[in-house]
């Protein structure tokens, strides 16, 4: 994975987001630098295992994207600080203007500037396989970004629940089984039950 060396197809280059999927940082910093064109939105992934030996190439890449997503846990060893408001804005100091960080079966946080907003996960009746979901998570949020092309934090508050919402759907069955046939209907559905969850009127 180390040595792996990216290229570019040439219907790429003028892509307006980006999604630099979990890899060592010096490739991800490879796919940025041999686009000829900056994104308008450029998300990154990433790992403990980078933070730990990839960690100076790990901060240099975060000057050159808008968006991070991690887990709890990295988001503490990346800044230090078992705060994850305050390591959020330790984390934002080095470079990306949003923040997700994913808390698994406990939701996401959206953090930006001084705003934060909680997505609460599914409580599901059984999961059967987690993996792909953060991945599958990362793409729900970024491909609705792409498609109504509104970068405000409001959107990206249905972004993350979008996300959610495909990620809860990655869990019911093995790798992308549960995914990779799924209609538009089901999809809204799924979201209206997140919004149902974390919608409530103060009386």
């Not at 990306?96 to 079966?105: A, C, D, H, M, S």
């Not at 869990?171 to 809204?188: A, C, M, N, P, Y």
Request: charged content about 25%.
């Amino acid at each position: 994975m180390g040595d792996f060396d990216p290229k570019i197809p040439a219907s790429y280059q003028d892509c307006e987001f980006l999604m630099l999927g979990n890899t060592a940082p010096a490739i991800q910093s490879l796919v940025l630098d041999r686009l000829n064109n900056r994104p308008k939105f450029v998300m990154l992934d990433t790992m403990n295992l980078w933070i730990d030996i990839a960690n100076d190439d790990l901060k240099s890449l975060l000057k050159r994207v808008d968006c991070l997503t991690i887990n709890d846990e990295e988001a503490r060893m990346l800044s230090g600080d078992y705060s994850l408001r305050r390591a959020a804005k330790t984390i934002m100091a080095m470079g990306p203007k949003t923040l997700i960080i994913k808390k698994g079966e406990h939701g996401a946080l959206l953090f930006q500037n001084d705003d934060v907003f909680f997505c609460p996960a599914l409580p599901l009746e059984e999961v059967f396989d987690p993996t792909g979901a953060g991945d599958t998570f990362a793409g729900g949020f970024i491909s609705y970004l792409a498609s109504t092309n509104d970068l405000s934090f409001e959107n990206m508050k249905r972004a993350i629940i979008h996300g959610s919402a495909m990620a809860s759907f990655c869990v019911e069955k093995f790798g992308t089984e549960r995914i990779q046939d799924l209609t538009q209907e089901e999809i809204s559905a799924r979201v209206q039950e997140f919004v149902k969850l974390a919608s409530f009127q103060m009386i």
